[in-house]
C-alpha cells in the first residue's frame, strides 16, 4: 500500500505488512533489512568548494573584467601605465568571487542542521529482549521503545500509548504537543499533522510512554522527504539579479561594440595600430563601472545594517532588496501574526457571557459584561467557574510567563486576572486528561470541603451536570440548551472552549473514579485562543496600502484559521485546506492562489506549491516559516524567512532572512528598508553610468576628431590613469554617500515595483546621453581652449601646457560631477526641494574629493604617476563654470518630466 497511509492499518495489519511480531526482529532479519533498505540517516553530497569558487566567475560582468585586467596587464608589460588599472580590476574580481562564495555555502547549511536532528541512539525489543542500538541501524519493522523526553528516531506507528504527547513543533510550526492514539485513523492524504496515530523523526514525546512499530526510514521518512525538497528546491535569482544580468549583458556588449568601432576608426583613419588600440582600451576602461559589483554589494550591506537595527538579520545580501519588490507575503499564523499564547477571551457564566482582556502571559486585564467592566469578586458564579479552571490544573506561573500546557497556562491566567491564588487548597488525586474520556478531574480539600473539579470537552461536562449556578451564586436547575448553544458560538468564533463543573462531597471522600463524576453543577464555560497581535494587525494594514497581498498558511483548522484571519484583516472569505488543494491541477492552482488568501492544514509540500504558483502569477513572494516542515518552501521563495526565537536551526539555515523578534511588523520595516534600498542603488546606477559614458565620449571624441585637430591626436583628454582614479575616488566619495541619502517619504504608499522592470529603460537611456554630453563638453572644450598652444604643426611644442591643460580637465570633469551628484540625490525631485544637510556623507565626500585631488596636481612623485601639473590661478574661474551645465541639464531634464507627468 501506499506508505504514506500507515494510519489507517489496525496493528495487526502493520505486523502483516511489515512482516513483523510484538517480540521484534530477530537479529538476522534486521541485519537482512538493513541491508536492503541502509541506513537510517540523510545522506547529502555536497558541493566541493574548489566548484563553488570557480562558479564566482561565470559572471558576464566577471569575465569582461577579468578580460579587461589581462589586456591592461599586457599592456603594462609593454610600458604603458595601466598598472593601477589591473590592480583595480582584480582585486574587485577576486573580493566579488569571496562574497559570492561565502553566500553559496550558507545555502547547504539546512542540508547540515537537518543531518543534525536525526537521533543518535534509541532502544528497541529485538527477540523479546530491550537493547539499545545506534539510531542509523534501525529497520521498518523494528519494534521501538519510546518515553517522555525521548526523540524518535524514525517515522512510526504506535502500538501501545500510555498518556503520551509528542511536540511536533519542529516539523509542523504548531507549538502545542499533540495526544497521540492508537487506533486506525480514516480519511484520504492525511497531512503529518493529523496523523494521530504516528509519530516522526526528530519530533519528541514530553510525557507518558509508547511502544511503537517503525515504518519508514532515512530517506522515506518525512524528514527525509523534507530533506529532497530542500536539496531539490530551485531558489532561482532575485529580481535583483535578474535585472542586474540583463542589465551587465547589455551594457558589455554596448561598450565591446563601441570600443571596436573606435579601434577601426583609428586604423581607417591611418592612425597607429598602438594609438588606436591604446584608445579602445582606454575607452573600455573608462566605460565599464569596475565598481558596480562591489556598489551593489555595498549598497545590499548597507541596507542589511539597517535592517538588522529594526531586528531583520540579512542571511543574503540580495535578500535586502528582494523585500522592496515583494507582492505576496506567505506568512505562518501561530507566533508570528499571533502571539503563540493561548488567551482566554470569552467566558460563559450564570447565564452571562463575559469578554475577558488583555493577551498572552500578562496578567494585566479585565471583565466586561455588555461592554462595561465589571468586578469578578461581585460575581459569585464567575468566581466559581475561575477558581475551578485554576485548580483543575498542573501548569505554573512564573516570572517570564509559565510552563505546561498552553491551555492550562492560559486558565490560570485568566485567574490571575481575577486576583485569585491557588493558596488553601489541597489537591488530593487526580484523573488524567485522556482523549478516551475527554476531561480532567481532582479531588481537592478546601476549608474543610471536599470538592471535585472538572474540565473537558463541553459536551461531556454538560452530561454531567443536573444543576448550575446562577449570578448570585445560588444553584438552580441546568439549562443544558443554552451553555451547549453557548459552546457551539463559541467553536463558531474558533475558541477553543472548555467547560467546567463542580461537585461537593463529604469531608471524608477519599476515592476518586469516573463514576463520581455525577450529578455536578455546570459553572460555566471559558473560551480561548491564541489571539492576533496588534503588531500584526497594524502591519498587515500597512502591507495593504503598499499595494501587498498578505496570504496565511498554517496547519491550524478552517475555522480557526479563518477567525483568526478576519481579526487580522485578511480577506478570510474563503479558505483552502492542504487536501482540497491536492485535487487541483496546476491551472487550478495558480487560479486558487490568486483568489484565496487562507491556507489551513497544509503540508510542506502545499506550502512550496503555493509559493511557486504565485511565482507563477508573476508575484515576488516572500515566505515565513520557523518548523523544519517550511524549509523547502523557504528555499523556493523569492525571499525566505525563518523565526529568530521559535524557528528551528533547519528553518534558519533555509532562509534568506531572520526574524529576530519573530514579529510579522517586523517584515513590513525590512519592507520599506528593501525599497530604499534599491531607490539608492537605482540613484547610483543613474549618476555612475552617465559619468563612465563622459569619460568614454572623451576618448572617442578625440579620436574621431584627431584627424582634424592635432591636439587630440598628441593626447586624449585623460589619461588612462586618471580615468581610473576618477572611477575609483568617485565610488568612494561620491557614490557611496549618494547609496546613504535618507528614506524619502511615503515609501509605503506605492505599490512595489514591477519584478521585471529593466534597469535600462527610456529614463536611464536618457540620463546617459543627457548628462554624459553635459559632463564631457565642459572637459573637452576646457581641454581644448587651454591646450591648443601647446600643439603647433602637429607635433607638441609645450610639454608642460599640454599637462597642465589636462590637468584643467581632470578638475573640470570633477566640477561637472559635482554639479550632477548634488541633483542625483533625487531622480525625480529637484535639489531646491531636498534639504541640504539631510545627507552630511555627500557634503563630507565632496569636500574630500577637493582635497584629495590636491595630491596629484601638487605633490611631485604623484603628479608624476598621474601625469598632472600644476597650471595658472587664472584658469580657475573656467574651472568652476564646469560646474554649471551638468547641473542645469538634470534640473531641466527632472522639470520636463515633471510637467510631462502632470499633463499626461
Given at each position: 500500500?501506499?506508505?504514506?497511509?500507515?494510519?489507517?492499518?489496525?496493528?495487526?495489519?502493520?505486523?502483516?505488512?511489515?512482516?513483523s511480531?510484538?517480540?521484534?526482529?530477530?537479529?538476522?532479519v534486521?541485519?537482512?533489512?538493513?541491508?536492503?533498505?541502509?541506513p537510517?540517516?540523510?545522506?547529502?553530497?555536497?558541493?566541493p568548494?574548489?566548484?563553488?569558487?570557480?562558479?564566482?566567475?561565470?559572471?558576464?560582468?566577471v569575465?569582461i573584467?577579468?578580460?579587461?585586467?589581462?589586456?591592461?596587464?599586457?599592456?603594462t608589460?609593454?610600458?604603458?601605465?595601466?598598472?593601477?588599472?589591473?590592480?583595480?580590476i582584480?582585486?574587485?574580481v577576486l573580493l566579488?568571487a569571496?562574497?559570492?562564495?561565502?553566500?553559496?555555502?550558507k545555502?547547504?547549511?539546512?542540508?547540515?542542521?537537518?543531518?543534525?536532528?536525526?537521533?543518535?541512539?534509541?532502544?528497541?525489543?529485538?527477540?523479546?529482549?530491550?537493547?539499545?542500538?545506534?539510531?542509523?541501524?534501525?529497520?521498518p519493522?523494528d519494534?521501538?521503545?519510546?518515553?517522555?523526553?525521548?526523540?524518535?528516531?524514525?517515522?512510526?506507528?504506535?502500538?501501545?500509548?500510555?498518556?503520551?504527547h509528542?511536540?511536533?513543533?519542529?516539523?509542523?510550526?504548531?507549538?502545542?504537543?499533540v495526544?497521540?492514539q492508537?487506533?486506525?485513523?480514516?480519511?484520504?492524504?492525511?497531512?503529518?499533522?493529523?496523523?494521530?496515530?504516528?509519530?516522526?523523526?526528530?519530533?519528541?514525546?514530553?510525557q507518558?510512554?509508547?511502544?511503537?512499530?517503525v515504518?519508514?526510514?532515512?530517506?522515506?521518512?518525512v524528514?527525509?522527504?523534507?530533506?529532497?525538497?530542500?536539496r531539490?528546491?530551485?531558489?532561482?535569482?532575485?529580481?535583483?539579479?535578474?535585472?542586474?544580468?540583463?542589465?551587465v549583458k547589455?551594457?558589455?556588449?554596448?561598450?565591446?561594440?563601441?570600443?571596436?568601432?573606435?579601434?577601426?576608426?583609428?586604423?581607417?583613419?591611418?592612425?597607429?595600430t598602438?594609438?588606436?588600440?591604446?584608445?579602445?582600451?582606454?575607452?573600455?576602461?573608462?566605460a565599464?563601472?569596475?565598481?558596480?559589483p562591489?556598489?551593489?554589494?555595498?549598497?545590499?550591506?548597507?541596507a542589511?545594517v539597517?535592517?538588522?537595527?529594526?531586528?531583520?538579520l540579512?542571511?543574503?545580501?540580495?535578500?535586502?532588496?528582494?523585500?522592496?519588490?515583494?507582492s505576496?507575503?506567505?506568512?505562518?499564523?501561530?507566533?508570528?501574526l499571533t502571539?503563540?499564547?493561548?488567551?482566554?477571551?470569552?467566558?460563559y457564566?450564570?447565564?452571562?457571557?463575559?469578554?475577558?482582556?488583555?493577551?498572552?502571559?500578562?496578567?494585566?486585564?479585565?471583565?466586561?459584561?455588555?461592554?462595561?467592566?465589571?468586578?469578578?469578586?461581585?460575581?459569585?458564579?464567575?468566581?466559581?467557574l475561575?477558581?475551578?479552571?485554576?485548580?483543575?490544573?498542573?501548569?505554573?506561573?512564573?516570572?517570564?510567563?509559565?510552563?505546561?500546557?498552553?491551555?492550562?497556562?492560559?486558565?490560570?491566567?485568566?485567574?490571575?486576572?481575577?486576583?485569585?491564588?491557588?493558596?488553601?487548597?489541597?489537591?488530593?488525586?487526580?484523573?488524567?486528561?485522556?482523549?478516551s474520556?475527554?476531561?480532567?478531574?481532582?479531588?481537592?480539600?478546601?476549608?474543610?470541603?471536599?470538592?471535585?473539579?472538572?474540565?473537558g470537552?463541553?459536551?461531556?461536562?454538560?452530561?454531567?451536570c443536573?444543576?448550575?449556578m446562577?449570578?448570585?451564586g445560588?444553584?438552580?436547575?441546568?439549562d443544558?440548551?443554552?451553555?451547549?448553544?453557548?459552546?457551539?458560538?463559541?467553536?463558531?468564533?474558533?475558541?477553543r472552549?472548555?467547560?467546567?463543573?463542580?461537585?461537593?462531597l463529604?469531608?471524608?471522600?477519599?476515592?476518586?473514579?469516573?463514576?463520581?463524576?455525577?450529578?455536578?453543577?455546570?459553572?460555566?464555560?471559558?473560551?480561548?485562543i491564541?489571539?492576533?497581535?496588534?503588531?500584526?494587525?497594524?502591519?498587515?494594514?500597512?502591507?495593504?496600502?503598499?499595494?501587498?497581498?498578505?496570504?496565511?498558511?498554517?496547519?491550524?483548522?478552517?475555522?480557526?484559521?479563518?477567525?483568526?484571519a478576519q481579526?487580522?484583516?485578511?480577506d478570510?472569505?474563503?479558505?483552502?485546506?492542504?487536501?482540497e488543494?491536492?485535487?487541483?491541477?496546476?491551472?487550478g492552482?495558480?487560479?486558487?492562489?490568486?483568489?484565496?488568501s487562507v491556507?489551513?492544514?497544509?503540508?510542506?509540500e502545499?506550502?512550496?506549491?503555493?509559493?511557486?504558483?504565485?511565482?507563477?502569477?508573476?508575484?515576488?513572494?516572500?515566505?515565513?516559516?520557523?518548523g523544519?516542515?517550511d524549509?523547502p518552501?523557504?528555499?523556493?521563495?523569492?525571499?525566505?524567512?525563518?523565526?529568530?526565537?521559535?524557528?528551528?536551526?533547519?528553518?534558519?539555515?533555509?532562509?534568506?532572512?531572520?526574524?529576530?523578534?519573530?514579529n510579522?511588523?517586523?517584515?513590513?520595516?525590512?519592507?520599506?528598508?528593501?525599497?530604499h534600498?534599491?531607490?539608492?542603488?537605482?540613484k547610483?546606477?543613474?549618476?555612475?553610468?552617465?559619468?563612465?559614458?563622459?569619460?568614454?565620449?572623451?576618448?572617442?571624441?578625440?579620436?574621431?576628431?584627431?584627424?582634424?585637430?592635432?591636439?587630440?591626436?598628441?593626447r586624449?583628454?585623460?589619461?588612462?590613469v586618471?580615468?581610473?582614479?576618477?572611477?575609483?575616488?568617485?565610488?568612494?566619495?561620491?557614490?557611496?554617500?549618494?547609496?546613504?541619502e535618507?528614506?524619502?517619504?511615503?515609501?509605503?504608499?506605492?505599490?512595489?515595483?514591477?519584478?521585471?522592470?529593466?534597469?535600462?529603460?527610456s529614463?536611464?537611456l536618457?540620463?546617459?546621453?543627457?548628462?554624459g554630453?553635459?559632463?564631457?563638453?565642459?572637459?573637452f572644450?576646457?581641454?581644448?581652449?587651454?591646450?591648443?598652444?601647446?600643439?603647433?604643426?602637429?607635433?607638441?611644442?609645450?610639454?608642460?601646457?599640454?599637462?597642465?591643460?589636462q590637468?584643467?580637465?581632470?578638475?573640470?570633469?570633477?566640477?561637472?560631477?559635482?554639479?550632477?551628484?548634488?541633483?542625483?540625490?533625487?531622480?525625480?525631485?529637484?535639489?531646491?526641494?531636498?534639504n541640504?544637510?539631510?545627507?552630511?556623507?555627500?557634503?563630507?565626500?565632496?569636500?574630500?574629493?577637493?582635497?584629495?585631488?590636491?595630491i596629484?596636481?601638487?605633490?611631485?612623485?604623484?603628479?608624476?604617476?598621474?601625469?598632472?601639473?600644476?597650471?595658472?590661478?587664472?584658469?580657475?574661474?573656467?574651472?568652476?563654470l564646469?560646474?554649471?551645465?551638468?547641473?542645469?541639464?538634470?534640473?531641466?531634464?527632472?522639470?520636463?518630466?515633471?510637467?510631462?507627468a502632470?499633463?499626461?
Amino acid at each position: 500500500m501506499d506508505k504514506t497511509q500507515w494510519y489507517k492499518l489496525s496493528p495487526t495489519e502493520l505486523f502483516t505488512s511489515l512482516d513483523s511480531r510484538p517480540a521484534g526482529l530477530d537479529e538476522t532479519v534486521a541485519a537482512q533489512r538493513l541491508e536492503e533498505y541502509g541506513p537510517n540517516e540523510l545522506e547529502f553530497r555536497k558541493t566541493p568548494a574548489w566548484l563553488r569558487f570557480g562558479r564566482q566567475f561565470n559572471e558576464p560582468m566577471v569575465i569582461i573584467l577579468l578580460l579587461t585586467a589581462v589586456v591592461t596587464g599586457t599592456l603594462t608589460a609593454m610600458g604603458s601605465p595601466m598598472l593601477p588599472d589591473t590592480i583595480v580590476i582584480a582585486s574587485v574580481v577576486l573580493l566579488n568571487a569571496v562574497l559570492g562564495f561565502i553566500q553559496e555555502g550558507k545555502a547547504e547549511g539546512a542540508l547540515d542542521a537537518l543531518r543534525n536532528m536525526m537521533v543518535q541512539e534509541c532502544l528497541v525489543l529485538r527477540e523479546r529482549v530491550q537493547r539499545r542500538i545506534p539510531a542509523r541501524e534501525l529497520v521498518p519493522g523494528d519494534i521501538v521503545v519510546l518515553e517522555g523526553g525521548d526523540k524518535i528516531p524514525a517515522d512510526v506507528r504506535f502500538l501501545e500509548v500510555n498518556n503520551i504527547h509528542v511536540d511536533e513543533s519542529s516539523l509542523t510550526g504548531e507549538s502545542v504537543p499533540v495526544q497521540k492514539q492508537v487506533d486506525a485513523l480514516e480519511g484520504e492524504n492525511l497531512v503529518p499533522g493529523d496523523r494521530r496515530n504516528m509519530g516522526f523523526s526528530g519530533t519528541f514525546l514530553t510525557q507518558g510512554t509508547a511502544r511503537c512499530i517503525v515504518v519508514d526510514t532515512g530517506a522515506d521518512t518525512v524528514f527525509g522527504q523534507i530533506a529532497d525538497l530542500v536539496r531539490a528546491a530551485d531558489t532561482g535569482l532575485t529580481p535583483l539579479q535578474r535585472n542586474m544580468k540583463e542589465f551587465v549583458k547589455t551594457l558589455i556588449v554596448a561598450i565591446l561594440v563601441i570600443g571596436a568601432f573606435n579601434f577601426g576608426y583609428g586604423i581607417y583613419l591611418g592612425y597607429d595600430t598602438a594609438y588606436s588600440f591604446l584608445g579602445a582600451v582606454s575607452l573600455v576602461v573608462a566605460a565599464i563601472p569596475e565598481m558596480l559589483p562591489a556598489m551593489v554589494t555595498s549598497v545590499l550591506a548597507l541596507a542589511g545594517v539597517v535592517m538588522a537595527s529594526r531586528k531583520a538579520l540579512i542571511r543574503k545580501l540580495p535578500a535586502a532588496e528582494t523585500l522592496g519588490a515583494t507582492s505576496v507575503i506567505c506568512s505562518d499564523k501561530t507566533g508570528t501574526l499571533t502571539d503563540n499564547r493561548m488567551t482566554v477571551t470569552r467566558v460563559y457564566s450564570g447565564g452571562r457571557e463575559y469578554q475577558v482582556t488583555g493577551t498572552g502571559y500578562d496578567i494585566e486585564g479585565e471583565f466586561r459584561f455588555e461592554g462595561r467592566a465589571v468586578s469578578p469578586q461581585q460575581q459569585p458564579s464567575l468566581i466559581q467557574l475561575l477558581e475551578c479552571g485554576l485548580n483543575c490544573n498542573n501548569a505554573h506561573l512564573g516570572g517570564a510567563g509559565g510552563t505546561g500546557d498552553p491551555t492550562e497556562l492560559a486558565l490560570r491566567i485568566a485567574a490571575a486576572k481575577a486576583e485569585l491564588v491557588a493558596d488553601g487548597v489541597q489537591r488530593l488525586l487526580e484523573i488524567p486528561f485522556d482523549s478516551s474520556l475527554k476531561y480532567m478531574a481532582v479531588l481537592v480539600k478546601k476549608g474543610g470541603q471536599c470538592l471535585i473539579l472538572a474540565k473537558g470537552a463541553p459536551e461531556v461536562i454538560v452530561g454531567k451536570c443536573t444543576t448550575e449556578m446562577d449570578t448570585e451564586g445560588e444553584l438552580r436547575s441546568f439549562d443544558s440548551a443554552a451553555a451547549l448553544q453557548t459552546a457551539r458560538q463559541f467553536s463558531r468564533d474558533a475558541l477553543r472552549t472548555l467547560g467546567f463543573a463542580v461537585r461537593s462531597l463529604p469531608p471524608d471522600h477519599t476515592g476518586l473514579s469516573p463514576g463520581d463524576l455525577k450529578d455536578m453543577c455546570f459553572v460555566g464555560l471559558q473560551g480561548m485562543i491564541d489571539p492576533p497581535k496588534q503588531s500584526a494587525i497594524d502591519a498587515i494594514s500597512r502591507c495593504r496600502e503598499a499595494g501587498i497581498r498578505t496570504v496565511m498558511i498554517t496547519g491550524d483548522h478552517p475555522d480557526t484559521a479563518q477567525a483568526v484571519a478576519q481579526q487580522l484583516g485578511i480577506d478570510a472569505r474563503r479558505v483552502m485546506t492542504g487536501a482540497e488543494m491536492g485535487r487541483l491541477d496546476e491551472v487550478g492552482l495558480r487560479e486558487v492562489t490568486e483568489q484565496v488568501s487562507v491556507f489551513a492544514r497544509v503540508a510542506p509540500e502545499h506550502k512550496q506549491a503555493i509559493a511557486q504558483s504565485l511565482q507563477a502569477n508573476g508575484h515576488v513572494v516572500a515566505m515565513t516559516g520557523d518548523g523544519v516542515n517550511d524549509a523547502p518552501a523557504l528555499k523556493v521563495a523569492d525571499i525566505g524567512i525563518a523565526m529568530g526565537i521559535s524557528g528551528t536551526e533547519v528553518a534558519r539555515e533555509a532562509s534568506d532572512m531572520v526574524l529576530a523578534d519573530d514579529n510579522f511588523a517586523t517584515i513590513v520595516a525590512a519592507v520599506e528598508e528593501g525599497r530604499h534600498a534599491w531607490n539608492n542603488l537605482q540613484k547610483a546606477i543613474l549618476y555612475t553610468l552617465p559619468t563612465n559614458a563622459a569619460q568614454a565620449l572623451l576618448i572617442m571624441g578625440a579620436i574621431l576628431l584627431a584627424a582634424e585637430i592635432p591636439l587630440f591626436a598628441a593626447r586624449f583628454v585623460l589619461e588612462p590613469v586618471q580615468i581610473l582614479w576618477i572611477n575609483l575616488l568617485d565610488s568612494v566619495l561620491l557614490t557611496m554617500p549618494l547609496m546613504m541619502e535618507p528614506k524619502e517619504r511615503g515609501l509605503l504608499q506605492q505599490p512595489p515595483r514591477e519584478p521585471h522592470s529593466k534597469i535600462i529603460n527610456s529614463l536611464f537611456l536618457q540620463r546617459v546621453v543627457i548628462m554624459g554630453l553635459a559632463i564631457a563638453l565642459p572637459g573637452f572644450l576646457l581641454y581644448y581652449y587651454l591646450g591648443a598652444p601647446a600643439v603647433a604643426n602637429g607635433e607638441i611644442v609645450d610639454e608642460l601646457l599640454l599637462t597642465q591643460a589636462q590637468t584643467a580637465a581632470f578638475w573640470g570633469i570633477l566640477m561637472a560631477h559635482f554639479g550632477y551628484v548634488v541633483s542625483a540625490r533625487s531622480i525625480r525631485d529637484s535639489v531646491f526641494t531636498l534639504n541640504p544637510f539631510s545627507n552630511p556623507w555627500l557634503l563630507a565626500g565632496i569636500a574630500v574629493s577637493v582635497l584629495i585631488r590636491f595630491i596629484p596636481t601638487l605633490l611631485p612623485e604623484a603628479a608624476a604617476l598621474f601625469r598632472t601639473a600644476p597650471f595658472p590661478l587664472a584658469w580657475w574661474p573656467l574651472i568652476l563654470l564646469c560646474f554649471l551645465p551638468s547641473f542645469i541639464a538634470i534640473e531641466a531634464d527632472k522639470l520636463v518630466r515633471g510637467l510631462w507627468a502632470k499633463a499626461g
